[in-house]
């Protein structure tokens, strides 16, 4: 997989996914996008995989979005099967069922943004350039960002962001809430690695549970989402973890979680 897609673990616990055609700004190709999708599939069933980060190869640009080059000599049925392959991609990513961060080490812009909206959580580059600026190419987003955007940051500033097509700054993209932290250029994987290391110490299922409640119940009205919650939090009444951390609470010691 290392052509498009490279697979690390640098930690007990945390994968890495590298998006990996640096010579194309890390472009969402035809090709990438099938090595992306078979990761995914296999990393949902890895138990060694309690927390995904995915980050883009060189540290200018995390990911372009569509590989405009590529699609340049589509047809109109090949461009609408292409821009249903991002949103399917995006949405594997979204329904990951275990925490993902986005390490926006560069720029990501119109579909390599969307990638990272779909994420858990976001780091930015502090200098790097982040939006959807696909009406400027009189097309809109098309990989979830009129509906992802919004839910984060917001439905007038979403608006105002798509309409324009304007680019921010990392530590704008902060203080909007689109990104949870901005890093100095060099520095956005160590950032997430680190908050990777942070969930990595609580329970894998009591955290995949807690991303189902909260996915499931954000757009549900608050009866709904209750027992959403209710059934999610069920899930780890039976699990040897939940006995593990009485324990440990008990004995003043750190918990060993092993995801059963």
Request: proline content about 3%; charged content about 25%.
């Amino acid at each position: 997989m290392t052509r498009y897609i490279r697979v690390d673990k640098p930690h007990e616990g945390i994968t890495v996914i590298t998006l990996n055609r640096p010579s194309t700004a890390n472009a969402l190709s035809i090709s990438l996008l099938n090595k992306l999708q078979e990761t995914l599939k296999d990393l949902a069933y890895d138990a060694s995989c309690r927390v995904l980060i995915i980050r883009g190869e060189g540290e200018k640009v995390f990911c372009a979005g569509a590989d405009l080059k590529e699609r340049a000599n589509m047809n109109q049925i090949e461009v609408r099967k292409t821009v249903s392959f991002i949103k399917e991609s995006i949405n594997r990513i979204e329904n990951f069922p275990k925490p993902v961060i986005a390490a926006m080490n560069g720029s990501a812009l119109g579909g390599g943004l969307e990638l990272a909206l779909a994420c858990d959580l976001r780091i930015a580059s502090a200098d790097g350039k982040y939006g959807l600026p696909e009406t400027s190419l009189a097309i809109i987003p098309g990989g979830g960002g009129t509906q992802l955007l919004p839910r984060l940051i917001g439905k007038a500033k979403a608006k105002e962001l798509i309409y324009t097509a304007r680019k921010i700054s990392g530590k704008e993209a902060v203080e909007l809430g689109i990104a949870e932290y901005a890093a100095e250029s060099g520095h956005v994987f160590n950032k997430a690695v680190e908050l990777a290391l942070e969930i990595r110490r609580n329970g894998p299922v009591a955290v995949s549970a807690a991303k189902t409640a909260i996915n499931g119940g954000i757009d549900s009205e608050l009866t709904t989402g209750l027992v959403i919650e209710e059934k999610s939090y069920e899930a780890t009444i039976s699990t040897e973890d939940r006995l593990e951390g009485l324990r440990a609470f008990k004995e003043k010691r750190e918990p060993v979680y092993y995801g059963k």
